[in-house]
Nanobody, 119 residues
Framework: QVQLVESGGGLVQPGGSLRLSCTAS????????MGWYRQVPGQERELVAVITSNGRTNYADSAKGRFTISRDNAKNTVYLQMNSLKPEDTAVYYCNAEVIQDVIMYDYWGQGTQVTVSS
């Protein structure tokens, strides 16, 4: 009922920037927190940044000072501005959204977008 579509990934050189976007569509009654996670093959998926419906944000230590998460509630879209990218930022980035449908909380994931930082 809810789909998440990410965009904005790609190949960049160290020190470069990317802006990821994720738009939720479908049966959205109450879009709660949205966030970005990333995963490297063989490793666990880790939180990069999260933003609540009220705009409260939280970042992984590795992202602080370099990444900025924001959202446009009217568009059901969350963004991740990534600056000063490092090779260790290379991963598949997944959009996550918590959606309250009636009184039930659902957790949705996008298909992921590849971010590769390499010279």
């Amino acid at each position: 009922q809810v789909q998440l579509v990410e965009s904005g990934g790609g190949l960049v050189q160290p020190g470069g920037s990317l802006r990821l976007s994720c738009t939720a569509s479908g049966s959205i009654y109450n879009l709660n927190a949205m966030g970005w996670y990333r995963q490297v093959p063989g490793q666990e998926r880790e939180l990069v940044a999260v933003i609540t419906s009220n705009g409260r944000t939280n970042y992984a230590d590795s992202a602080k000072g370099r990444f900025t998460i924001s959202r446009d509630n009217a568009k059901n879209t969350v963004y991740l501005q990534m600056n000063s990218l490092k090779p260790e930022d290379t991963a598949v980035y997944y959009c996550n959204a918590e959606v309250i449908q009636d009184v039930i909380m659902y957790d949705y994931w996008g298909q992921g977008t590849q971010v590769t930082v390499s010279s």
